[in-house]
């Protein structure tokens, strides 16, 4: 969205960030679902509209410096 891009055009440095859980908890679909040890806990929430769109947990994916790729977590 435009504000998104608008932030990341500012701050000229990519954002990342993985699922809101506490690793081997059901991670959150909804701000209002989120650990409140996270929410005091993290620099920035985005949420233009309040809603996360994303419902799948995030994958991590370590890239060697072969090219070749290890599965973190599905």
């Known amino acids: 969205d435009d504000s998104c ?3 990341l ?3 000229r440095k990519p954002l990342v960030s993985t699922s809101v859980n506490i690793s081997g908890q059901t991670f959150a679909k909804s701000i209002d679902e989120m650990e409140p040890s996270i929410v005091s806990n993290v620099d920035a929430i985005y949420r ?3 809603i996360i769109k994303n419902t799948s947990p995030s994958q ?3 890239i060697n410096n072969d090219g070749s790729f290890t599965i973190i977590r599905k």
Do not use: E, M, N, V
């Open 5 to 7: 891009r608008s932030l």
């Open 9 to 11: 055009k500012q701050f």
């Open 48 to 50: 233009p509209d309040y």
């Open 60 to 62: 991590i994916i370590k």
